[in-house]
């Protein structure tokens, strides 16, 4: 049986979690709605989480969870007939994701492709799951390289742990029985390239992503006010622009400006299953972060 990738440590002892069960609720979070203080080992693709310090501890990270987190919903209500999840021996798994800035402090967002199984059309950042033995930051490098083709030179950039999500795809129990669940750890890569010097480095792989752009504090903050999950926005600017400039890629390989209507950025997740492009809830998370830090 493979390691567990997410332990817990209740009791003064490390556990892992099994699939079906809500991190937040296990680490007492899931009382209000977050984000929740959690004291963090960031281990060799491992991943352990206290609501206490602990030795080995190397960050204290605010941990969130949609507020229609399906664990949290099968947590409070008996499983109905016929419902059936993963088997007990599968746990939670262990993902990163790349918050990248310029250093002229925009970050980059990519957006799945439409054929892709899980979340497509959705906005976030490069990310994916850490390997068996893999140190996280490698692991954020190698995905951020493997979708947007960006290698940063060793020295030319910093990094600090932003925050932890925890991901259930389908999103919510109305679009059906969730089928993954991870504990996303967001890293802030901050390059000591321009957004231009980047732009001019990037090759997407078509096979993930479909498009790209690169946002600017203001709009991040309009996109990040939508993150509570609710069918309606917070208060938004009156003079955010009509649409955000993207670069698009064509079926042929090459690629095209693209205006991307500033309303996709702000949808917010809908009640049933629906494809329709926006950028999802943990990278709404994850900008809000950003955005503290950049404020620090």
Not at 51 to 72: E, I, M, N, T, V
Request: glycine share 10%; hydrophobic share 40%; aromatic share 6%.
């Amino acid at each position: 049986m493979a390691a567990a990738r997410v332990l817990l440590l209740l009791s003064g002892r490390p556990e892992s979690v099994s699939f079906a069960q809500s991190v937040c609720g296990l680490l007492s979070a899931g009382s209000g709605l977050g984000p929740w203080p959690t004291h963090c080992g960031l281990r060799r693709g491992q991943l352990v989480l206290s609501d206490k310090p602990f030795p080995g501890a190397s960050a204290r990270l605010p941990l969130q969870r949609p507020p229609f987190c399906p664990f949290a919903a099968l947590d409070q209500q008996p499983r109905a007939p016929g419902v059936e999840l993963p088997p007990n021996g599968r746990g939670v798994d262990l993902g990163v994701a790349v918050i990248l800035q310029s250093s002229d402090q925009t970050v980059l967002l990519t957006r799945r492709t439409s054929t892709l199984n899980v979340s497509p059309n959705l906005w976030v950042p490069p990310g994916g799951n850490v390997e068996p033995d893999e140190e996280l930051l490698d692991g954020g490098l190698r995905e951020l390289w493997e979708e947007s083709g960006l290698q940063l030179p060793q020295g030319q950039f910093s990094w600090v742990p932003l925050g932890l999500w925890e991901s259930a795809y389908p999103p919510k129990l109305s679009w059906g029985i969730p089928k993954y669940h991870h504990i996303v750890l967001y890293l802030l890569v901050i390059s000591q390239e321009s957004q231009q010097q980047l732009q001019a480095r990037i090759q997407p792989n078509a096979g993930e992503v479909s498009a790209f752009m690169w946002l600017g504090p203001d709009i991040a903050a309009a996109v990040a006010a939508t993150e509570d999950g609710t069918e309606t926005p917070k208060h938004l600017p009156p003079d955010l622009p009509s649409s955000v400039p993207a670069v698009e890629l064509k079926e042929n390989g090459g690629a095209q400006p693209l205006a991307l209507p500033t309303s996709t950025l702000l949808r917010t997740t809908p009640a049933m299953a629906d494809s329709r492009e926006r950028v999802s809830t943990g990278t709404k998370f994850a900008l809000t972060l950003w955005l503290q830090h950049l404020g620090r």
